[in-house]
């Protein structure tokens, strides 16, 4: 069964700092990973994906992620912050290809960024 | 907004009452699916429509829930005899499957339900 870790529940850093929120999954067979935002009282946002491919991933906003296959991470990074960012983030993973494949989410990390 | 659409956004509700929310998903998505959100928790996944079956259902789902989707379109979500464990955020994705590989969820801005 696939499972996701997030680790740091909260992580305060004052704008313009780089940040680096944490993710471990757990699977079985070949999975496609994501990160999404979600804004307070909205749903959710998709950030980046990993598929396949180069382990590097940019998305919108400024975040990349790095897919690391031996450590089974999935760490989203951005080098300076913006008071904007200040979010929940959610890590999830995928598994399979075609039919229904089900995602899992992390418990997410709550970004604070200070002014 | 060509987006996934969700009503109400918000419904305070007394124990014991049936609630119902609707989903209305992007217009060319053949799938679609409902989460459950808590407090502190990341969402999780209750059922999913491709068209109009319902092919999966989770554990979470009690016989208090019920989920349709009649015409492959939009799609409702009643809780008949609702209790306060019920309080949560009830996001909806849609998605267009086109046989193997990723088929990206598109979430809704959900429905934060609180139950007096």
């Known amino acids: 069964a696939q499972s996701v870790t997030q680790l740091d529940s909260q992580v305060p850093v004052f704008e313009e700092a780089p940040v680096e929120l944490r993710c471990n999954y757990s699977s079985s067979v070949s999975v496609y990973l994501f990160w999404y935002v979600q804004y307070p009282n909205q749903g959710l946002q998709l950030l980046l994906k990993y598929l396949s491919g180069s382990t590097l991933v940019k998305g919108i906003n400024g975040f990349e992620a790095e897919f690391n296959k031996s450590q089974t991470s999935f760490h989203l990074r951005k080098p300076s912050v913006h008071i904007s960012d200040t979010a929940e983030y959610f890590c999830a993973v995928s598994e399979g290809s075609g039919g229904y494949q089900k995602v899992t989410f992390g418990t997410g990390t709550k970004l604070q960024v200070i002014p | 907004d060509t987006g996934v659409s969700q009503d109400p956004r918000h419904k305070i509700t007394k124990r014991g009452q049936n609630v119902t929310f609707r989903c209305d998903p992007i217009?060319?998505?053949?799938?679609l699916y409902w989460y459950r959100q808590t407090l502190g928790q990341g969402p999780e996944f209750l059922t999913y429509?491709?068209?109009?079956?319902?092919?999966?259902k989770s554990r979470l789902l009690s016989d208090r829930f019920s989920a349709e989707r009649p015409k492959g379109s939009f799609s409702t979500l009643e809780i008949q005899r609702t209790e306060q464990g019920d309080s949560a955020m009830y996001l909806c994705?849609?998605?267009?499957?086109?046989?193997?590989?990723?088929?990206?969820?598109?979430f809704g801005p959900g429905t934060r339900l609180t139950v007096l």
């Open positions: 217009s060319e998505h053949n799938r």
């Open positions: 994705a849609s998605s267009l499957e086109r046989g193997r590989g990723l088929h990206e969820q598109f």
């Open positions: 429509f491709q068209n109009e079956a319902q092919l999966e």
